[in-house]
Every structure is written in C-alpha cells, then in structure tokens.
C-alpha cells in the first residue's frame, strides 16, 4: 500500500494545470514589491490625487463615488490633498485619506491583511482632525466584506477595478497616449492580480472534490510544516540573541505563501518596530526570502553592515522612514533561517530599537 507522502505526490501530479497558471506580470512583480499592500496603496494614493501629473483628474476617485452614493449636491471630484499613512493621535495610520474642502474619505486597502484596524479611532481622527466635513469611510478587500463598524462601506476590488476600466476606456480614447497610461494599467493588473478572488474552472471544482481529503491531509502537513518553521525560527533567534525574547505570527503576504514574522516588544512589537521575515514565497522556482523591516536604515552604519551580508533594499516608505531590507534568495529554509538570524543580529547590534526609536549602542 502507498504512504501517506507517495499518495498525495500523486495527487499533485493529477493536478489541473490551471491551479499553477502563471498571472501576467506587473511592474510590482519585477520590482519585488507584489506581496506588500504598501507599494499599491501608494500608487493608488498618486492616481487618486487629481493635482499629479498623470492627467487622469477624479477618474480613480469617481469610481469610489459609485460604490459611496454621495449626497447629489456634494463636490465630489474636489480634492485638496491626498494623504498616505497619516498618524491618528495615538500613533495609528489610515492607509489613504482624501481630503477636500466639506469633505474626507477614509480608504482600507487590505490585499490581504486580516481587517483587525483600530477603525474607531480613525473616525475619531476624522472628526478631531477634518472637523466639520462630512465622513465617509471604505474599506477595500477580495471579497467587498467589511468587518468594520456599519459605517464602513465593504468595496471589493472586482467591483471597484470593473468601474474603473469603464471609466478608463472612454478617457483613453479621448486623450494622448502617454506613461500614465502604462502605469494606470500596470496598478489595475496587479491589484486584479493579486486580490480578485478566482472563480473556479469546472475542472478545478471536479478534482477538488474527487480529492478532498487529501487536500485537507495537504493542507494539515503545510499547517505542521509551517507551525515547526516558526517554532524553529524562535529558538534560533532566542538562543542567538540573549535579553530579547521573539515571538512569531503566520501571515499570507499574496497568492496564499506563507510569510513568518519575527517581532519582539522590545523592539517595538510586531506593528510598529523592526521586525525580521520568512517569506515562503514559491520556494521551489524563486527560493526563500529572508528580510528585515527597519526604520532610517540609510543611517551609515546599518546599511553597510547590510550592504556586507548581501542585502539590498527592497521597498521604502518615505512618509515614515521604514524600509524592508531582503538578503539573496535561498535554495533551502535552513539557509533563510540562518539569513534571518544574520539580519536579526546586524539589527540587535547596529539598530537596536526600543519601541519604534534606534539607539546606535544598543542602549537607552
């Protein structure tokens, strides 16, 4: 009789080929940046802003407009600013808000974040900080279910990139080709890419359910594998590390692979201090990636010690200074750990940090 492991190799090779399909890849794709929601809530934030040059005025934002039903004498298309990632008082950051004269609208972009945001504080940050205008507060997600407060409306990006296109095709065609247009494609396909729920082929369908428990034995041996990598992961870093004590949380960052954050109170937990990472991201074509999130790492000394084991940067967020460092891809998970140690102790030696400030000794 087969084993357990022969049986489901099996089954993986009875796979429809589609399960595997390759999506067409984006700017974001070569950049390095697909699985963060950072850099697509930044360039959604520039096509929202009717003042930059690409020419494309309120289109991004009307077609929010017709999920949002505004008040019919409301000025709409008048934008005074577009913010990204502004701070609440308690230190929180709201993805996108546009910000007009009688207005504010408040944008979620959860690709694929779990929706746990301190939403009430938001409409406090609303009513303190934009006092006098009118609020109105979405929260984008695969599915356009919110599970905010009522008054967040639920949008999901194949409603919303649907308008949009409508929108774009009849601009299009009424203006100059130019590299906006390129770009304004380019976000399309990638959000569609990487937060549009599939719908199933009716082959997919037909083998999910010829193979059912074996996908869920598959889907109980990646939880196991997984669980023992974090758990292998803390112990490294513990043991490497004296005085700090890691913790570990699963997180999917795109296309269902696993990511592996390592974050510490002391270092500012896991939302607001460094943090290092496991990225399982397609290991058996592109390898492992192995990375670290830090604040001012263009301070001289963290990033030559950076430059020296390999890593390079790999995405920035200007408004707050944090950028996310990755080290050379990894054939092996044994290799990334240990590129995860190696970025952990660069951080505990060159950038200690203590609730979200760095200290060029370490010390307080």
């Given at each position: 009789?087969?084993?357990k492991?022969?049986?489901?190799t099996r089954?993986?090779?009875e796979?429809?080929?589609?399960?595997?399909?390759?999506?067409e890849?984006?700017?974001f794709d070569?950049?390095g940046?697909?699985?963060?929601e950072?850099?697509a809530?930044?360039m959604?934030?520039f096509?929202?802003?009717?003042?930059?040059a690409h020419?494309?005025?309120?289109?991004?934002?009307e077609?929010f407009?017709t999920h949002?039903k505004?008040p019919?004498?409301?000025?709409?298309?008048e934008?005074?600013r577009v913010?990204?990632?502004?701070r609440?008082?308690?230190?929180k950051?709201p993805?996108i808000i546009?910000?007009s004269s009688n207005w504010?609208?408040?944008?979620?972009?959860?690709?694929?974040h779990v929706q746990d945001n301190?939403?009430?504080?938001?409409?406090?940050?609303?009513?303190q900080?934009?006092?006098?205008?009118t609020?109105?507060?979405?929260?984008?997600?695969?599915?356009g279910?919110?599970n905010a407060p009522?008054n967040?409306i639920?949008?999901?990006?194949?409603?919303?990139?649907?308008e949009?296109?409508?929108?774009l095709?009849?601009t299009l065609?009424a203006?100059?080709?130019?590299?906006w247009d390129v770009?304004?494609?380019?976000?399309?396909l990638h959000?569609?890419n990487?937060a549009?729920e599939h719908?199933?082929?009716?082959?997919e369908?037909a083998?999910?359910e010829?193979n059912?428990?074996?996908?869920?034995r598959m889907?109980?041996l990646r939880?196991s594998?997984?669980t023992?990598?974090?758990?292998?992961?803390?112990q490294?870093?513990n043991a490497a590390?004296t005085?700090?004590t890691?913790?570990?949380?699963?997180?999917?960052?795109?296309?269902?692979y696993d990511a592996?954050v390592f974050?510490s109170?002391?270092?500012?937990?896991r939302?607001?201090?460094?943090v290092?990472?496991?990225h399982?991201?397609?290991?058996?074509v592109?390898g492992?990636?192995?990375g670290?999130?830090?604040?001012?790492?263009?301070f001289a000394?963290?990033?030559?010690?950076?430059?020296?084991?390999?890593?390079?940067p790999?995405?920035?967020?200007?408004?707050?200074?944090?950028?996310?460092?990755?080290?050379?891809l990894?054939?092996?998970?044994?290799?990334?750990?240990?590129?995860v140690l190696?970025l952990?102790?660069?951080?505990?030696?060159?950038?200690?940090?203590v609730?979200g400030?760095?200290?060029?000794?370490?010390t307080?």
């Open positions: 009789m087969d084993d492991v022969t049986i489901l089954v993986l090779s796979a429809p080929t589609s399960l595997f399909r390759k999506k890849a984006t700017i070569v950049g940046a697909s699985y963060y950072n850099p809530s930044d959604l934030a096509f929202l802003d009717s003042s930059k020419g494309f005025g309120a289109l991004f934002l077609a407009w949002l505004p019919s004498d409301l000025n709409w298309s934008i005074l913010l990204r990632e502004d609440t008082e308690n230190g950051r993805d546009v910000d504010v609208l408040f944008i979620e972009n959860k690709i694929r301190p939403f009430k504080e938001y409409e406090r940050h609303a009513s900080a934009f006092n006098g205008k609020p109105f507060f979405c929260v984008l997600s695969p599915s279910i919110s009522p967040w639920g949008i999901s990006y194949g409603s919303y990139l649907r949009l296109r409508a929108l095709g009849t065609l203006r100059p080709f130019s590299k770009f304004a494609r380019e976000i399309i959000l569609e990487q549009t719908e199933m082929e009716p082959r369908r083998f999910a010829e059912y428990t074996n996908i869920v889907a109980a939880d594998y997984v023992q990598l974090a758990e292998e992961g803390k490294r870093l590390i005085g700090i890691f913790e570990c949380k699963r997180e999917d960052w795109g296309e269902g592996l974050w109170e002391k270092w500012g937990g939302n607001d201090g460094t290092v990472f496991l399982l991201w397609n290991t058996s592109n492992i990636t192995a670290l999130w830090v604040r001012d790492a263009s000394p963290i990033k030559r010690e950076l430059e020296k084991v390999g890593a390079r790999d995405y920035t967020t200007p408004e707050t200074g944090w950028q996310c460092w990755v080290s050379p990894q054939k092996t998970v044994d290799l990334a750990l240990n590129s190696t952990a102790k660069i951080a505990a030696r060159v950038a200690a940090p609730v400030e760095f200290y060029q000794d370490g307080k």
